[in-house]
């Protein structure tokens, strides 16, 4: 009853439990899709307080992969693993290099990377037992795909929703300016956009006010200024009935993943008449950036590959509209269409 009842257990291809008692490993891989190709998704270490929470993750984030892979056009598969443990205090070499052996096991059904509580040096260890580890970090980092996915993204929301096709003068709500938002800001500010900023961290506050004459608002205000985008490059669950009473943008665009706290958000998106881009489509540039690296594609398609993310949003949008869908729903559809049989 604990396994197969799994509110996220969906047709998952094959699920691995892999421990080792010299290391400590306890880990999930869960595959949940390889018809398009081996499942690519990223090793998450957290010190989850049950294995069944754990589970619920790997299962959860895996068939999320396989849906973001599918729609982006890759020839990957989703998958996703999970180590139990805390990142703060556990992490050893041992570790890593015990993961990497049980992913070896797999022959490259599943190919790992960083994710939330681990890093490409972490990455590092597991690629000395195996090669089915991607971003290792040598050749970059992928945030700036991610933040070009979302600025075209956001350029084909605002040609579809605001029927226009510049973003000169737009006021863009922007939360959160790490990795991705800081630079996905900037773009927006050589466009022409006026950005409205929150984040805890001083520095780069202080930073996009002197760089991209940002205005600072408190954390909690950036869901009550009035703009016409908003995009949230922070945390999850964003999207939430509080939220969408608040927010007057008429659009969503941004990189955070799971922005939706729940899947009917996409329904009242819709009747509200705010056009959401779905996470996973607009945020698919770092995994496409992953992907053409691990498989040695000439990166001079790579470009092209990302801003097909806006042409990819555009169809999303016109049957969205055509068939009284919300835009998240739609974006299932297209994966589904690829991945399953
Ligand atoms: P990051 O850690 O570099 O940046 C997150 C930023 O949000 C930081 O500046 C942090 O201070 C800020 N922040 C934290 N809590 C906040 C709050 N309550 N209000 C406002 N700001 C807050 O992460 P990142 O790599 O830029 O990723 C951002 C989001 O995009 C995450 O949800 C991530 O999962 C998602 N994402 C990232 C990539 C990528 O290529 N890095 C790819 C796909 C999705």
């Known amino acids: 009853a604990f396994v197969f009842n799994e509110i996220n257990f969906d047709n998952h291809e094959q699920v691995v439990f892999a421990s080792e008692a010299k290391s400590g490993l306890k880990a999930i891989i869960a595959i949940h899709n390889t018809k398009l190709g081996p499942a690519m998704g990223g090793c998450r270490m957290w010190n989850y307080a049950t294995e069944a929470e754990a589970l ?86 992928p945030s700036p795909f991610t933040a070009l996915g979302c600025f075209v993204g956001a350029q084909a929301a605002v040609k579809h929703h605001l029927k226009r096709d510049s973003m000169e003068g737009l006021v863009v709500a922007l939360q959160g300016l790490g990795h991705v938002g ?81 899947a009917d958000m996409g329904e009242v998106c819709r009747q509200k008449g705010i056009l959401y881009a779905p996470d996973f489509v607009i945020n698919a540039g770092g995994i496409i950036k992953v992907c053409y690296e691990y498989m040695n594609t000439p ?16 169809e999303v949008f016109a049957r969205a509209d055509s068939e009284g869908l919300p835009t998240s729903v739609v974006a299932d559809r297209i994966a589904e269409a690829r991945f399953k049989n």
């Open 299 to 314: 990166e001079d398609g790579m470009d092209a590959h990302v801003r097909r993310i806006g042409e990819t949003l555009a």
């Open 56 to 141: 619920r993750d790997a299962l959860r984030l895996s068939r999320g992969m396989t849906y973001k892979n599918a729609v982006a056009g890759l020839p990957i598969g989703g998958g996703k693993s999970v180590i139990i443990a805390n990142p703060k205090t556990d992490k050893t070499p041992a570790l890593f290099e015990a993961l990497g052996e049980a992913l070896e096991r797999l022959s490259g059904r599943y190919i790992t990377a960083e994710d939330v509580g681990t890093s490409p040096s972490d990455m590092a260890y597991v690629a000395g037992k195996t090669k089915y580890v991607a971003g290792l970090g040598d050749r970059g980092d």
């Open 182 to 262: 800081y630079d996905y800001a900037r773009q927006l500010h050589a466009a022409g956009a006026k950005l409205i900023v929150a984040d805890i961290d001083q520095a780069s506050l202080k930073r996009a006010q002197e760089e991209l004459h940002a205005e600072v608002v408190g954390i909690n205000e950036i869901y009550d200024v009035q703009a016409d985008i908003y995009a949230p490059c922070a945390l999850g669950a964003t999207l939430n009935p509080d939220t969408l009473s608040r927010l007057k943008a008429k659009i969503v665009a941004g990189a955070a993943n799971n922005q939706l706290a729940t």
